[in-house]
């Protein structure tokens, strides 16, 4: 398999094809035949070695494609909105997410089901299940869909865009002033994506990470290697994913589409909730739509709970735990998933108990402060996330 934006030499094919996309966007004209020719040649590349994802992949598309056009011809033909249909059509189309999920717990009989970048595009069918449902979408286009799914800028790991915004920058004609703006900071982006990515994240990954495993493995000044392989992993996985996320956004760009960013210098977030609303945000926020919300709205309806905080704090729980779950199904992704969850749920209490009776004021210092110890929660928290406790021989 292809890995996107693995290679240099993958920028290099990119580049080449890119070329036509961008003379064409610089005279304020768009080339969709030509588009869909580079996105399937990519696709076929990205999928060329591992035949049996490629299937998949492809399989996964139609299932997705009869799964939204039932619930729209459902919603919109019929007029009806029953809560159970809009649940089974969202169970539906997550469910070869779920498959997959259970990979570690089915003896690797799922190889036939998952494939790369899976859950970004199942976020993007959901999205247009519950957009259709709350009639955001009152048109539907199988061709726009697709066309939406199949962004290969993105596919593999996002940003998760929503289809609403991508129609705009798709159907708007494209201005030539706007379009160099676009290009010209979709170059930035992919040249801050080299530093990023093939320099930093390399060098830190070459000198710290892997020698401080290899340390803490062997019991190797085990207290040293351990807080240095928080600190070292943190990083190499902000700015590995940050670098990938800023290629994704940089070539959507050249394509005329503004993809959302995905980072927002997430170490200076001041406390908890800063930082989720910095790191891997169009995630952040699509969980936060979609899950958090739509829980609280629910159980403040169903009234099970007098308490608004306490509404709030189980759908924090059932959030992260679920985000936690979607990174695999292994105790160190659950455990993180709880960690954050906690670590939200306390910075809250937190906040009302200090509106209550201020020995917390809001300065300068105090938000150093914020960012200083918000760092090491979160870096503590990636240590969990990292798994190297389970390889750990204690």
Known sequence: MTTPYGTIFYFGILFLF??????????GRRLPVYNAFVTLLFIYWMFSENYIQGIAFIAFIFWQLIIVRLYFNYRRVLN???GGIFTLAILMSILPLIVTK?????????????????????????????????????????????????FFPTLSSGPIDRYRRFKQDVDKPLDKEKYLALLNRGIFLIFLGFLYKFII?????????EPLKFNLINHINFGSSMLGYMYSYSMYL??????????????????????PMNFNKPFIARNIKDFWNRWHMTLSFWFRDFVFMRLVFWLTKKKWFKSKFTIAYIAYFVNFMIMGIWHGLHWYYILYGLYQA????????????????????????T??????????????????????LDKIPF
């Open 18 to 27: 890119l070329a036509p996309i961008i003379i064409a966007g610089l005279n």
């Open 80 to 82: 009806k909105n029953h």
């Open 102 to 150: 259970m990979q570690p717990l089915l003896a690797g009989h799922l190889s036939l089901v998952g494939f790369l970048g899976i859950s970004y595009l199942t976020f993007k069918a959901v999205t247009m299940v519950i957009e259709i449902r709350d009639g955001l979408i009152k048109e539907y286009n199988s061709v726009e869909f697709v066309n939406f799914l199949l």
């Open 201 to 209: 994240a390399y060098l830190v990954s070459k000198y710290w990470v």
């Open 238 to 259: 902000f700015f590995d994913f940050a670098g990938y996320s800023a290629f994704a956004v940089g070539v959507s760009h050249m394509l005329g589409i503004q993809t």
């Open 342 to 365: 906690l670590m939200i749920i306390g910075f809250d209490i937190f906040e009302r108990i200090n509106k209550k009776y201020k020995f917390y004021p809001k300065n300068k210092v």
């Open 367 to 388: 938000h150093v402060i914020g960012v200083f110890i918000t760092f090491n929660f979160i870096c503590f928290g990636f240590l969990i996330f990292s798994g190297i």
